[in-house]
């Protein structure tokens, strides 16, 4: 709400045609969800000024304050530091405050600028402000936006870590109801310093110890406790250090060291650190702070995890060991957030002076749990999902749905590991015979270079020398540099299917059920499928489309589009495409979305009569762009492609959110696979719902959630539920059930191999195959 912004209406996707959105099918149960209602509600006509002072005044904690000894005048108000709302009408308010900081007389003036009514999409707004303020009364620290209850943290033993828990909420209108959905989050905060980064990196290497600096550095977001702000570091500037000095706002002189010894009572204790550089904020530049501000690094506590740190499987245990909450423990937290709200004096006097009661347990919903699925597998072979949505025991010794022949490979490993690259390719071969696909015997090369570019070389002669249908690569550790070399040298030179081994699961005590998968994932590589589900009789395609951001040059990202090409959804065209930032996806989404249908055509005779798209990584604010340009283009090529044929082709474009803060409960524990939520905290305005479609152990699940922004298949509700569901069980990389339909986890597992390794197309003689599983 900072700023003077004019807040558009709400998008409306619901389609005319569509009776109810609710399903029919599964088993009717009530669960409970993370959300609290707003009982009462104020449904008066709230007034909104704009808010200026004289002089001006940017520091929105010295705006607020210059307001506080006003409410005789202003009546019960919400002040965001530029507009203010009020129950009390004026067509403009001239009063005088006087600053605390200088004893300076500031005048204020209101002007009315609107109203809001209930319904208004700022009136949600308005609320949201309300409950903000709120966190701040439970005395809350904002790091960053959110709030984080700084006296409840906790110590992470033997990383010098703390986690911050804390409450994000938000404020909507759901189907009948005004609705708070309330989260418990967690950050991450690093009792190391940016000087302890400083001296790790000069130990490690004293020369060339800046560039290593840097790179850990720059881009970081810092907290400085003497004040609780947090700053993004942009440079750092080797010549200045505590010592400097700088300008003081009065044209005196002082040092760093001495600044803060006054001001904070803080020693910085070691002389010869640089200076961290990070850009003021626009709004901190026009209340007079300079551009640039500098930071002493001793003084700054890093945030966050970086990825060595998430590599680190001790650390990631131990973390999770908190931020995995129980579903039982995570409704506990949830109602004692509650209680705080409803018990806190100054929050009951905040909320009651706008009539908002809050109630006073988790909201019941409804749900359904659909039937386990029937997977189909070869000779004719049914077998259930179970309730688990897992089958992987059932697999063994069952037929593929299909099959296929594997003559010609070749394996590449180092000498030290021969013996146990044998017995597992005999492990591998073994699996692979029992679920009916035959496998010749590899022929074995030796490697005694491990570096990246010896692999590739390597693989150049033996490609070249033998052109094998697949190569099995056994490498002694995950080093990217190596994996990128070589899924190079096979996608993009020599088009031929790899599979990246690590040496140390050739001795893994579930080397048979691991021998098992490689199988499986091998058999995909060739063309071939391990299952199928019950589809209805259409000739139906499915496609997903998710965008990765190129970890080498920012300003880059690739977009990956695969689509179905058979009836039974087990084989599929894969293609990509690279673009710049900001630069527009559609018209490369429509040419690859033609490459696909004319596939489809040479597969099948025909193109399909229904296609449905699912849309991953697409943030709330870009719906309209989506809607108004992808989805537009996607018209207009299917237009031109169907129009010689005479064919209508019907088609849905449903938008994929896995990053949600809606959680499901089931009697304090997850609620089972195959859980859709289609009521009570869908939004009335669009064509949505909710499925868990995974089983999880540990933690709480956290459902998929699914916007229908186009939809032309005159399809009830159910089916496209349905279809969601059904495609949850379709990636070949897991013998369960995922989170997200597989079309969308191929395309997140295709974008992502190319921008983070490959950033280079693939062989147009790869798109048929799922070669990146």
Not at 201 to 214: A, G, L, Q, R, T
Not at 648 to 660: E, M
Request: proline share 4%.
């Amino acid at each position: 709400m900072r700023g003077r912004r004019v807040f558009a209406s709400e998008l409306v996707t619901r389609p005319e045609h569509l009776i109810t959105k609710k399903g029919t099918t599964g088993t009717e149960i009530l669960m409970q969800t993370n959300y609290f209602k707003l009982v009462t509600t104020t449904d008066w006509c709230l007034y909104q000024y704009r808010v200026d002072f004289y002089p001006e005044e940017d520091r929105t904690p010295v705006r607020k304050g210059l307001l506080k000894s006003h409410k005789d005048a202003l009546g019960p108000y919400v002040f965001d530091g530029t507009v203010l709302y009020s129950n009390k009408y004026v067509d403009q308010l001239e009063i005088w405050s006087k600053r605390i900081s200088d004893g300076l007389d500031v005048k204020i003036v209101l002007r009315y600028v609107g109203d809001m009514q209930r319904g208004d999409h700022s009136y949600l707004q308005f609320f949201n402000i309300i409950m903000r303020r709120c966190l701040e009364l439970l005395k809350l620290q904002i790091v960053g936006r959110d709030y984080y209850d700084a006296n409840d943290k906790i110590n992470v033993q033997g990383h010098r870590m703390e986690l911050w828990p804390g409450y994000l909420t938000s404020i909507r209108q759901h189907e009948n109801d005004i609705l708070m959905c309330a989260e418990i989050i967690h950050k991450v905060m690093r009792q190391q310093t940016v000087l302890d980064i400083l001296n790790e990196c000069f130990h490690k290497d004293n020369v060339n110890y800046k560039k290593e600096f840097e790179s850990l550095v720059l881009g970081l977001v810092v907290l400085t406790d003497y004040n609780n702000h947090t700053y993004r570091i942009s440079d750092i500037d080797y010549d200045v250090g505590p010592d400097s000095t700088f300008l003081l706002k009065n044209g005196g002189k002082i040092t760093y060291r001495d600044y803060y010894k006054n001001k904070y009572r803080i020693t910085i204790r070691e002389k010869r650190q640089p200076l961290l550089i990070t850009r003021a904020r626009p709004r901190d530049r026009r209340s007079g702070q300079c551009e640039l501000i500098y930071l002493v690094p001793e003084l700054c506590r890093a945030t966050g995890l970086t990825d060595k740190m998430r590599e680190n499987f001790g650390l990631m245990r131990s973390l999770a060991e908190y931020t995995r909450v129980s579903p039982d423990s995570r409704m506990k937290k949830l109602m004692d957030f509650n209680n705080r709200l409803r018990s806190e004096p100054a929050i009951v006097a905040e909320l009651s002076q706008w009539n908002l009661t809050l109630a006073d347990r988790l909201l019941d919903v409804p749900a359904r749990v659909l039937d386990a699925e029937l997977i189909l597998l070869g000779n004719n072979c049914v077998i259930s999902a179970g309730k688990g949505a897992d089958w992987t025991r059932q697999l063994h010794n069952k037929r593929l749905y299909n099959p296929r022949r594997l003559k010609l490979w070749v394996t590449i490993h180092g000498s030290k590991v021969k013996g146990e690259v044998q017995n597992f390719v005999h492990l591998v071969k073994g699996a692979a015979s029992g679920m009916g696909c035959n496998i010749n015997l590899p022929r074995f090369y030796e490697i005694s270079d491990e570096r990246s570019n010896a692999y590739a070389e390597f693989l150049e002669f033996v490609l070249g020398k033998t052109k094998p249908e697949l190569v099995l690569c056994i490498v002694p550790n995950n080093r990217s540099d190596r994996y990128s070399a070589i899924k190079k040298k096979c996608i993009v030179d020599r088009h031929t299917p790899s599979q990246v081994f690590l040496e140390k699961n050739l001795t893994n005590k579930n080397v048979r059920t691991i021998a098992t998968k490689v199988a499986i994932q091998m058999n995909c590589k060739l063309g071939g499928s391990p299952w199928s589900v019950e589809l209805p009789e259409i000739n139906l395609m499915v496609i997903g489309f998710d965008v990765c951001h190129d970890t080498s040059n920012k300003s880059r990202d690739y977009g990956a589009m695969v689509a179905s090409l058979d009836k039974g959804l087990t084989r599929y065209f894969s293609v990509t495409s690279a673009h710049n930032v900001g630069q527009e996806l559609s018209n490369k989404f429509a040419l690859n979305l033609e490459s696909a249908l004319l596939a489809y055509r040479k597969a099948n005779a025909k193109f399909p009569s229904f296609i449905v798209f699912y849309r991953d990584g697409v943030g709330e604010g870009q719906v309209p762009y989506v809607l108004d340009h992808e989805v537009g283009q996607i018209r207009d090529k299917l237009n031109a492609l169907y129009k010689a044929s005479g064919v209508l082709v019907k088609f849905a474009f449903v938008i994929v959110t896995k990053r949600i803060n809606t959680r499901i409960f089931r009697e304090k524990n997850n609620p089972p696979p195959g859980t859709v939520i289609d009521d009570v905290v869908t939004n009335p305005l669009r064509y949505d719902f909710f499925i868990v479609s995974q089983s999880v152990r540990q933690g709480t699940v956290t459902p998929c959630a699914y916007h229908v922004v186009a939809d032309t298949t005159g399809w009830p509700a159910d089916k496209m539920q349905r279809l969601t569901y059904k495609l949850c069980h379709m990636y070949y990389n897991w013998s369960g059930t995922v989170r997200v339909p597989a079309p969308c986890q191929y395309a997140h597992k295709l974008a992502f191999l190319v921008a983070q390794f490959l950033r280079h197309d693939p062989s147009y003689h790869m798109e048929e195959i799922l070669y990146y599983l």
